[in-house]
Structure formats: structure tokens, C-alpha cells
């Protein structure tokens, strides 16, 4: 992902509006609680937090940049309220 679709204009363009943080859970200390604190059980995962550091929702697998955006849109709009993982 990071090379198709972190780079991708139209994600860079779309990312603006929030923040996303790359973290590293085999290499980096603060990583690995993370990946402990949410349960990270398949890479690439991302969370989506709200302003607290509560879960709204997940998205478990690749996806490519406009689908991610799409994604992410929807998850933004409707926010799952049943915890479910989007696959």
C-alpha cells in the first residue's frame, strides 16, 4: 500500500482533510502496543479513531486507493455503531 496507494494523488489529495499515522508494530516499540491495544490481527490493518482514541472502525486487507477512499468515505458518513470489521 505504501508504494500504490499512499502515493497516489488522488488519496494525497483526500488525506488531507484527517490524519493518518504509518505504524510500525515489528519495529517500533510504540507500535507494538498499539498492535496490542486494538487487536491488530492481519496486515495492512487501519483504524479509524475517533478524537479520543475509541475504534469507529476497521479495515482489515489491501485496497486499492480509490477504493479506499471510498471506503473510508463511507465509514466517515455512517459509522459502524456494532463494532463489525469491514472486509
Known sequence: ???EVY???EFINFSTKFVFMR???DVDKDGAQLKEKY??????TLLVLDSNGKEVDRLIGFRTAEVLIEDLELIFEYPSKS???RL
Open 39 to 44: 487487536q491488530v490481527q492481519v496486515v495492512p
Open 1 to 3: 500500500m505504501a508504494r
Open 7 to 9: 502515493t497516489d494523488e
Open 83 to 85: 463494532g463489525r470489521f
Open 23 to 25: 505504524v510500525f508494530s
